[in-house]
T-cell receptor
Framework: GQQLNQSPQSMFIQEGEDVSMNCTSS?????WLWYKQDPGEGPVLLIA?????ELTSNGRLTAQFGITRKDSFLNISASIPSDVGIYFC??????????FGKGTRLSVIA | DAGVIQSPRHEVTEMGQEVTLRCKPI?????LFWYRQTMMRGLELLIY????????DSGMPEDRFSAKMPNASFSTLKIQPSEPRDSAVYFC??????????FGSGTQLSVL
């Protein structure tokens, strides 16, 4: 089945630093999404991307749909303590359900 | 809207017991998904429904797992008999379009 490789697995950063994480796939996807999961809660949708090359922002978050349609990245600028959590990429190809990456666990040191 | 509502939030049971997890999706959403999350395997799709009909249950681990959606506002995931390896967080999610999922807060299941 389709698999997503998400990296890094975890990150420790200082408050105020920028963060970058990415996701690659062996398959072409039509849709890429990024979710964030806070402790004890379910994932929440941050950004959805529908077109190769698309660059979309949501506040301090920016995500891009790779030109090859096999990758996506998420940037967080000027991190703050509430950015702590697990970030998941997810992709969908054709009529199949979403496939999720294993997540990037972000820790922000104040 | 209250969002996707799951119950119970926590369930501790003994091996061999039957476990039933419940989900109320967001009103108007046509899709309902059941996921299982573990450290080792991440988020795994177990089954999803469209308009109350099961579409893909290929992720259901084995016959001990079953899911139903008797109407548009309720779904259950049942494990009978439960085993320690079933311990995980189980999420229900619903959506209007297939990819924009709204997740519940999950049920933390511990099978002793």
């Amino acid at each position: 089945g389709q698999q997503l490789n998400q990296s890094p697995q975890s990150m420790f950063i200082q408050e105020g630093e920028d963060v970058s994480m990415n996701c690659t796939s062996s398959s072409i996807f039509n849709t890429w999404l990024w979710y964030k999961q806070d402790p004890g809660e379910g994932p929440v949708l941050l950004i959805a991307l529908y077109k190769a090359g698309e660059l979309t922002s949501n506040g301090r978050l920016t995500a891009q749909f790779g030109i090859t349609r096999k990758d996506s990245f998420l940037n967080i600028s000027a991190s703050i303590p509430s950015d702590v959590g697990i970030y998941f990429c997810a992709g969908q190809g054709g009529n199949t359900p979403l496939v999720f990456g294993k997540g990037t666990r972000l820790s922000v040191i104040a | 809207d209250a969002g996707v509502i799951q119950s119970p939030r926590h369930e501790v049971t003994e091996m061999g017991q039957e476990v039933t997890l419940r989900c109320k999706p967001i009103s108007g959403h046509d899709y309902l998904f059941w996921y299982r999350q573990t450290m080792m395997r991440g988020l795994e799709l177990l089954i999803y429904f469209n308009n109350n009909v099961p579409i893909d249950d290929s992720g259901m681990p084995e016959d001990r797992f079953s899911a139903k959606m008797p109407n548009a506002s309720f779904s259950t995931l049942k494990i009978q008999p439960s085993e320690p390896r079933d311990s995980a967080v189980y999420f229900c999610a619903s959506s209007f379009v297939k990819e924009k999922l709204f997740f519940g807060s999950g049920t933390q299941l511990s099978v002793l």
